[in-house]
């Protein structure tokens, strides 16, 4: 296995604090930079994103060109928060309205690259407590200043709120560390040097995004590891240390599902792939177990892991984007 | 005079346009947890955002106060001082993560004084904005050990080590818009400490409980006649002790403050106090100890004190009305030192030292007009000729 990619591509973010150098270069390769939120009721968190990165890398630092919420159909407040907060707003179904509909994350991140204009395209989930514009300009620094690298991957150490105001110091990752590093270590040992593959925080440049498909669901970010390794490689990619994340702590049964798409979406990709032959068919269902009045009843959680294709091959994405299939 | 009062109302409008970087600010720094004695994270962040601002000088003084200084055009005029204090009473493991809504902003310490400490921050950029220069240096001052056993450390030490005299200062709280405190009452800040040996002597037939020699304590106190004039106060404002509800306490402790506009009648009340409960101690036959955590003299500027005037035409050309009270905080230090100074407060909120403390962010910028008002009364020489009694 070749471990020098972790030394060559490994990055803290405050290699990229020059916010001075990194606007210069960007005007000098004449890049557009968009950044994109995907959101599902997120309007404790969703003003205090947009306000500091327009602020720092907007009106101070002009790094970012846009800011684009793509919202899965929130019953709060999000969309209305967002827009007063100046972002761009869209419904995720009324974006390409004439195709399937589908809600999750994925079909977020997959659609905001029909709305956004960016050469560069910065992925931030809504609901990081400690935002700081570093998260978003130390994704970027990477992708500005090295010409090789065309897709950046977000490592924290992470504490989780626990409760309503206490926050432990360590955790997290638990799902990293139970699903997908075992699978990288049996699969692809290489891939173990991406240290939290599932963050949520990524940015890459839009001819690596257009060409790769987006699972809809939590798999998403561990399909885009696979195909964009199987595409181009572990040295288009670079990972960046942004210090902590605070996030909500999920209980083990969602934790559970999103093992449950995350080693579906992986099973399928071998498949694809040609990696492995299977022979018996995948259920598309995680059972899980409640007991009520001393009974165990299923909890059936349906996970279709639905994909969409690389949006290139959409016409309407060609026409607008001026590509050729 | 007039001629920068005018311009107030307007200078509204250009703070509003620069509103998303003063809430980044206050965001930034007041989501960093800073309980009195630990605000060394706290000052990092505050350090690094007033250098991002580009102030001509940033530093920290002996006492690890993080300071900026804005270069006057004047050699001559002495510094103007604009100070916030950075501590909060929250210990470092509540969460500090601010949420903010359409009109509010939300979180632990967000009134006291996270917003006083980014505007602070945000005065250079908004001074670039308003194209204002100053003749004065105008001296930024995030101050450390300032709420509770801090005892105003952080000012009292900056203030005695500044080599120069000071033409005046604006002290900055996050609320309420339209406080103007320009007097501070004599305090001695004191706690009561019991502490009964768990281990059984001859003296006692009956172990005494430590809450309820306090509580002999308080009832005493509340008997004493206080005057109306001069004003004087003794406020319960703490207490704590004991293990659980089925077993006697051994230990307990009582936090008050005695204030009043005379220094003499502090002492007096104290003196009492003192003896309640020395007597207390000796009829209970328990370790009964009074501790001073803090003392400050009662100092005051004039209501007719040109800057106090003009803190009210300030206030009054940006549609608000002063509401004056004694205030026992960084003002005091400066008073007491005879340099002319005011506390303003910058926005309305509500649950002011609780956890879900709220701001709301419409004000922000008529209160940051009124700092900028008052700091323009300064350097036009409204302190320049007129001495504290």
């Known amino acids: 296995m070749n471990i020098s990619w972790i030394k060559k591509n490994t990055f803290h973010y405050s290699e990229f604090s020059d916010l001075t150098q990194l606007v210069d270069e960007k005007q000098r390769k004449n890049l557009k930079i968009s950044l994109c939120l995907p959101t599902l009721n997120e309007e404790k968190t969703i003003a205090k994103e947009i306000l500091i990165m327009k602020s720092e890398l907007m009106t101070r630092y002009p790094i970012l060109d846009e800011i684009v919420v793509v919202d899965s159909g929130s019953t709060d407040n999000t969309r209305k928060i967002a827009r007063g907060y100046g972002a761009d707003v869209y419904k995720a179904t009324e974006i390409l309205p004439d195709l399937a509909k589908f809600k999750g994350k994925g079909e977020n991140l997959w659609k905001a690259l029909f ?29 500005i200043l090295f010409d090789n690298i065309k897709y950046v991957k977000a490592f924290y150490d992470r504490p989780i709120a626990i409760g309503k105001s206490k926050i432990r110091p360590t955790g997290g ?73 605070i996030h909500r702590n999920q209980d083990t049964r969602a934790l559970g599902r999103m093992s449950f798409a995350i080693l579906q979406t992986f099973i399928k990709r071998k498949i694809k792939l040609g990696l492995v032959d299977y022979k018996e068919k995948l259920y598309n269902e995680m059972i899980q177990y409640n007991l009520i009045k001393n009974e165990f009843k299923p909890d059936i959680y349906e996970i279709e892991g639905h994909e969409r294709p690389p949006i290139i091959e959409i016409p309407e994405y060609r026409e607008k984007f001026n590509r050729i299939s | 005079m007039d001629d920068y009062i005018e311009k107030l109302p307007g200078f ?6 620069i509103e998303e970087t003063i809430i980044t600010n206050i965001v930034l720094i007041g989501q960093i947890p800073a309980p009195t004695f630990k605000e060394k994270r706290r000052t990092s962040v505050f350090m690094e955002r007033l250098a991002e601002f580009q102030v001509d000088e940033c530093t920290t003084d002996g006492y690890r106060n ?30 500090h993560y601010y ?14 004084n996270s917003v006083g400490v980014g505007v602070l921050v945000s005065l250079p950029e908004i001074f670039r904005k308003l194209g204002l220069r100053f003749e004065s240096d105008i001296v ?31 002290c900055i709280e996050g609320a309420e818009l339209g406080r103007l405190n320009y007097y501070a009452d004599g305090m001695i800040r004191c706690e009561v400490d019991c502490n009964i040996s768990p281990v059984n002597g001859w003296e006692h037939k009956f172990k005494p409980n430590a809450i309820l020699v306090l509580n002999e304590v308080i009832n005493q106190i509340m008997k004493l006649r206080l005057p109306q004039k001069p004003r004087s106060r003794v406020i319960i404002g703490k207490t704590s002790g004991g293990f659980k509800h089925g077993m006697i306490a051994y230990d307990a402790t009582l936090g008050f403050e005695i204030q009043s506009n005379s220094d003499k009648m502090v002492k ?25 955590l803090s003392n400050i003299h009662a100092a005051r500027l004039k209501f007719n004190h040109p800057l106090v005037k003009s803190s009210v035409a300030v206030m009054k050309k940006l549609n608000l009305t002063p509401v004056s009270g004694p205030s026992e905080s960084e003002l005091s230090i400066f008073l007491s030192r005879k340099i002319p100074a005011v506390t303003l407060g910058i926005t309305r909120g ?6 879900n403390a709220s701001v709301e962010i419409e004000p922000i910028s008529k209160g940051i007009a009124q700092i900028i008002g008052v700091i323009m009364a300064i350097d036009s020489g409204v302190c320049d000729e007129h001495q504290l009694d």
């Open chain 2, 99 to 112: 949420s903010i809504q359409e009109k509010s902003i939300t979180g632990t310490g967000i009134m006291d």
């Open chain 1, 115 to 143: 709305v956004t204009q960016g050469d560069i395209i910065v992925y931030l989930d809504a609901d990081i407590k400690n935002i700081h514009h570093r998260f978003a300009y130390g994704l970027l620094g990477p992708l």
């Open chain 2, 140 to 170: 930024l001052a995030g101050v450390i050990q300032s709420l509770g056993r801090g005892n105003l450390r952080g000012i009292r030490h900056l203030l005695k080590t500044w080599a120069t005299p000071i033409r005046g200062a604006v």
């Open chain 2, 268 to 292: 007096s009340i104290f003196n009492s106090i003192k003896d309640i409960v020395e007597g207390t101690s000796h009829e209970y036959e328990v370790d009964l100890r009074l501790k001073t």
């Open chain 2, 66 to 95: 993080p300071i900026g200084i804005i270069k006057g055009t004047s050699e001559s005029k002495p510094p103007i001082f604009v100070v916030a204090h950075l501590d909060t009473i929250f210990g470092k493991d509540i969460d």
């Open chain 2, 12 to 17: 509204v409008d250009t703070i509003k346009s």
């Open chain 1, 173 to 245: 990752g638990r799902v990293t560390e139970l699903v997908i590093r075992p699978l990288f270590s049996l699969y692809f040992p290489e891939l173990t040097q991406i240290l939290q593959p599932l963050s949520g925080e990524y940015a890459g440049h839009r001819e690596i995004f257009e060409k790769i498909p987006f699972p809809i669901g939590y798999g998403v970010e561990t399909s885009m590891i696979l195909d964009i390794y199987e595409k181009w490689g572990l040295d288009v990619f670079a990972q960046v240390d942004l210090d902590r994340r």
């Open chain 2, 350 to 355: 509500e649950n002011y030292h609780q956890q």
